[in-house]
């Protein structure tokens, strides 16, 4: 009888565990739909994570597309425009580091910064350093 009543009880303990977490879940969940039930279990839900901003989003974009091209063997050494559009509004352009004259030529920049359909760059060195970003 004893065993059953342990049994009972661990069993509403465990319930009652899984309903609150699930409201809790379901009320966080209205406001992003980032929150797991692994988050709320180790505590990680209330943990602000730095939002990547757009300059911080384009040198990513830009580092894995020059990634690519250096995996691929592409010569970057004349400083080519690596992506029109690397994130909304923004081109990724590699340059040297410091600038030479090849880096100014049109054909080695970003026709969409050049012509302003694009308003922002980010500008990587042949290793895919930041230069500038802006």
Known sequence: MKTLIIIIVAAAIVGGGIYLLSNYINNQTENTNEITAVDVVTGTSGIKLKENTD?????????????????????????????????????ADIAHNP???????PEN????????????????????????AQ
Do not use: M
Request: proline share 3%; aromatic share 6%; net charge negative.
């Open 109 to 132: 920049q970003c026709s969409a910064y050049r012509d302003g359909t694009a308003k922002h760059f980010v500008e990587i060195d042949l290793e895919g350093n930041l230069i500038k």
């Open 99 to 105: 600038r030479q004259a090849v880096d100014n030529l």
């Open 55 to 91: 300059p911080d989003l384009a040198l990513i974009k830009a580092q894995e597309i020059w990634r690519a091209k250096v995996l691929a063997g592409e010569d970057l050494s004349d400083g080519p425009c690596l992506s029109n559009e690397v994130i909304s509004g923004w081109v």
